[in-house]
């Protein structure tokens, strides 16, 4: 069993729609959580950075980490065909480097 | 501000050869980090580098080497390369050795080995 676990879709919702992206992992000793967004040809890029559970908002966009049940999410309002990108989460306990999941292909369609 | 920059872009070798994959990193930032990122795959951590010295390094052979220059440049090393080495090799450069630092990414170097 992987430490992160992320369905890699492709996931195609309308323009405008409201996303939900989501990760599962196994180690309760992951205390950084944070989502990267890959545009095609292009390396990762930090979106989203939140320290063990709770809630952070970024304009359209919103992370929430719930460490009792292991999961984490992106969610993403008023989606746009710029959001059209892979959707990376990624964790790391104390001291330790990122463990990325497999990424999520989203596309919005227009 | 200079970001991350990785040379060369794509590169084509055969199994048993070596290749060497270059990255600058971002002006201020004195940590290199390398990822492997196969095909339809998040990136994996190979090694980071920090003040000329490896400062954590992931589940990969020996084969996997790298360096650090005093300008911070970095350089990733492949010997005895394999077909599984196809992918696309990522630097990140931050200047924080722990998770605290956002990681900037480069665009990558695509290897295929034949």
């Known amino acids: 069993q992987k430490e992160v676990e992320q369905d890699p879709g492709p996931l195609s919702v309308p323009e405008g729609a409201i996303v939900s992206l989501n990760c599962t992992y196994s180690n309760s000793a992951f205390q950084y959580f944070m989502w990267y967004r890959q545009y095609s040809r292009k390396g990762p890029e930090l979106l989203m950075y939140?320290?063990?559970?709770g809630n952070k908002e970024d304009g359209r966009f919103t992370a929430q980490v719930d460490k009792s049940s292991k999961y984490i999410s992106l969610f993403i309002r008023d989606s746009q065909p710029s959001d059209s990108a892979t959707y990376l989460c990624?964790?790391?306990?104390?001291?330790?480097?990122?463990?990325f999941g497999t990424g999520t292909r989203l596309t919005i369609i227009p | 501000e200079t970001g991350v920059t990785q040379s060369p872009t794509h590169l084509i070798k055969t199994r048993g050869q070596q290749v060497t994959l270059r990255c600058s990193s971002q002006s201020g930032h004195n940590t290199v980090s390398w990822y492997q990122q196969a095909l339809g795959q998040g990136p994996q951590f190979i090694f980071q580098y920090y003040r000329e010295e490896e400062n954590g390094r992931g589940n990969f052979p020996p084969r996997f080497s790298g360096l650090q220059f005093p300008n911070y440049s970095s350089e990733l090393n492949v010997n005895a390369l394999e077909l599984d080495d196809s992918a696309l090799y990522l630097c990140a450069s931050s200047f924080r050795t722990d998770n605290t630092g956002e990681l900037f990414f480069g665009e990558g170097s695509r290897l295929t080995v034949l």
């Open positions: 990624a964790m790391a306990k104390e001291n330790e480097k990122l463990t």
């Open positions: 939140t320290y063990s559970s």
